[in-house]
């Protein structure tokens, strides 16, 4: 089992930054494959990044390719989004999820989930 906790999230004017943080529960944190994911209001879940246990390997969606960077450090146990030249497009909640193995990417291939933290660019 593992509980994720995001944070990080607030309110940015476009082109600004921010680092999101997910803090992870568990002693068997470095043999999961993390993600982030996004929803915007009306919108459904979708993939923004993921990363490898070692953290050695990493993907992206187009949408983030560039000016997002997903990375991790198992010593703290915490994956990290950092998000630059940010707009109002990105506006939305960032969750954190977690699954045991490297495959498909898709919201139901991800086995756990945090609460979400809002990021919220202004135009």
């Known amino acids: 089992q593992v509980q994720l906790v995001e944070s990080g999230g607030g309110l940015v004017q476009a082109g600004g930054s921010l680092r999101l943080s997910c803090a992870a529960s568990?002693?068997?944190?470095?043999?999961?494959?993390m993600a982030w994911f996004r929803q915007a209001p009306g919108k459904e879940r979708e993939f923004g990044a993921t990363?490898?246990?070692?953290?050695?390997?990493?993907s992206y969606a187009d949408s983030a390719k560039g000016r997002f960077t997903i990375s991790r450090d198992n010593t703290k146990n915490t994956v990290y989004l950092q998000m630059n030249s940010l707009k109002a497009e990105d506006t939305a909640v960032y969750y954190c999820a977690a699954r045991p193995l490297w495959g498909r990417i898709g919201v139901a291939e991800y086995n756990y989930w945090g609460q979400g933290t809002q990021v919220t660019v202004s135009a």
């Open positions: 568990g002693r068997t944190f470095s043999t999961y494959v």
């Open positions: 990363i490898s246990g070692s953290g050695s390997t990493t």
